[in-house]
């Protein structure tokens, strides 16, 4: 247990290192924060802080940084205090989507890149998973005798647009037809489907061609809901240094495979989380992720990742995301 003056010596330290980049002695505190104590009693402190693994001694100075333990401690006072003030939140989202006539892909890219300005790091924004959002419409519309194009339209206002290449001959009115059946049968089990679909055709050909529809649509869903969008990673690579390069290369490696996906799965909460170097993975040490979830409506969520170093501006980032809607 620490006592009062100890986790304000603490967070005095992290907040220096943060800004100055290097290990913190005596004077620096003083010189920064004007302390009512003497030198003394704080080397004393900052030494017993040392002894319970909250700061690390640097080898060539008389300075300390924060260690992991420590920036936990500073984190989760940071966040129980986030907790207990209600933030005005910002429905950004639903702004940006109107903006760009509701595509989705174009108001999330802007997104990704706005929160990284403000937050001065790499920024990652995941696609909601659409088979959660409702899909109000569909509509077919032959394009000409070889191309059909699908109109979907969803609950939260997005419409997208599929190409399918058939040469089934059929009229408008029938196509108006097959796009209600899908409409008002999409998401049904795979067994009920195809026997309603089976039913429903008057031809085999056309069936087959109402499957091909299906298969499309799943398709282009699954591959929607992996999709990444990603603000400042130019900032992520400014950070590299002689020091870190071996603990922001694997996070640059995720992010060129997506893996970072299930990274974010693992460490998925409602709130806002914040994992710091070797509780995100053995080999990320000097990196740590803050995530939060983001609101199209109660039922279409996606997920924000701000990364940067272990010395991160927590208390903007926490602010920054706790305003998100």
Known sequence: MITERQLSILNAIVEDYVDLGQPIGSKTLIDRHHLNVSPATIRNDMKQLE???FLEKAHSSSGRSPSEKGLRLYV???LKQTSHHKQKKVQRLNQLLI???????SALSYFANELSMKSQYATLVVRPNHNKDIINNIHLIQANPSILIMVIIYHSGHVEHL?????ISLNSN?????????????GL????????????SKTLEEEHFVNDLITLLNSHLLKQSNSIFMGGKVKLIDALNETNVSSIQPI??????????ELLEDISTSGINVKIGKEIDDSLSDIS??????????????????????????????QLLSQIW
């Open 289 to 318: 992720i803050v995530t939060s979830q983001y609101h199209f409506d109660d039922s279409l969520k996606g997920q924000i990742a701000v990364i940067g170093p272990t010395a991160m501006h927590y208390q903007n980032v926490i």
């Open 163 to 167: 190409q399918l290449s058939s040469n």
């Open 189 to 200: 089990e795979d067994t009920k489907l195809n026997e309603k679909t089976k039913y429903f």
């Open 99 to 105: 903006e760009n006539h509701y595509d989705i892909s």
């Open 51 to 53: 002894e319970l693994n």
């Open 76 to 78: 989760n006072q940071l």
């Open 252 to 261: 640059l490696q995720y992010l060129e495979s997506e893996r970072i996906t």
């Open 174 to 186: 029938r196509l108006t037809e097959i796009a209600k059946f899908i409409t008002s049968n999409y």
